[in-house]
């Protein structure tokens, strides 16, 4: 409740959470306790979600028919996100492993057909179908071959090596990937990074072998700056956004270096700065 609260107040409007198939593995559903507890929140009504599924937790492909009639029911939630005159928008990130989870591209692409028939045949238009990749040709690979609508990222951190870069690199890596999308003439949801440093996963079992760069915290203004770069591009790049819309890494991947939730030592100072983005005074 009260992170509803503080989004919403900071002229958020949805957040994405992802979706894992409860069969994805032993205890899968347990990481499904964010858009769980939302939905069970009496507060709502104050923000919407969307649903970001992911190409390799979409469950055992036989019960994808069951698997559809249950995002559709998500889809039919009053707070669900729409887009473009009422379209439910949905992200999918590890979208290469979903030709590997459906045996082909051509399977893959009638399976995400068939969900958006039953979302159809269920009252909705026609979900707006979002590719979250790292390259440019993966996404346009993504619309041409498995019939998703748009670009974006789940996060673009640009970098190479192992070292730390200050923030305005991550800032370039982002608007670059914004232009690169543009350029191949198809629609683009822009990323904007709040931070990557993955440092304080490094030395876990899973991920003993994780290296790449990282980058400097940014100021609360730094973060406010680059979100309104999104906005202006949105605006002066209408056909090319045509959802109008930001997805922002990250609310809470705070062991990734990509947060907005308050914390102990900034307070909501980053969640202030989007509201006088989001949300001027007069």
Avoid at 63 to 85: C, G, I, M, N, S
Wanted: aromatic residues 12%.
């Amino acid at each position: 409740d009260q992170e509803i609260a503080f989004a919403a107040k900071a002229g958020l409007n949805y957040w994405a959470f992802c979706y894992y198939h409860p069969k994805s593995w032993t205890g899968a559903d347990h990481f499904n306790y964010g858009w769980q507890l939302y939905l069970s929140s009496k507060q709502k009504t104050k923000m919407n979600f969307c649903l970001l599924l992911q190409g390799m937790h979409l469950g055992p492909k036989a019960e994808w028919p069951e698997t559809e009639q249950a995002l559709v029911r998500l889809f039919h939630e009053p707070t669900y996100q729409k887009v473009l005159d009422g379209r439910p928008l949905v992200f999918m990130y590890y979208v290469s492993a979903l030709k590997d989870w459906a045996g082909s591209a051509a399977a893959a692409k009638q399976m995400l057909d068939d969900l958006r028939d039953q979302t159809r045949k269920a009252g909705l238009p026609n979900p707006y179908m979002v590719a979250q990749v790292y390259r440019t040709t993966d996404g346009v690979d993504a619309v041409d071959t498995l019939g998703f609508d748009a670009i974006s990222s789940y996060s673009l951190p640009g970098g190479s090596g192992d070292r730390g870069y200050p923030f305005q690199d991550l800032v370039k890596a982002n608007r670059e990937f914004w232009n690169a999308c543009k350029a191949t003439g198809k629609p683009v949801i822009p990323i904007v990074n709040t931070g990557w440093d993955n440092r304080p996963r490094r030395g876990k079992p899973e991920a003993a072998d994780l290296k790449g760069p990282w980058f400097t915290e940014p100021t609360p203004a730094e973060l406010g700056d680059h979100l309104r770069s999104a906005i202006d591009w949105n605006r002066a790049n209408a056909a090319a956004a045509p959802a109008n819309t930001v997805i922002i890494y990250a609310w809470n991947e705070s062991d990734e270096g990509g947060w907005l939730v308050p914390t102990l030592s900034e307070g909501a100072g980053r969640l202030d700065a989007i509201q006088k983005v989001l949300r001027p005074s007069p």
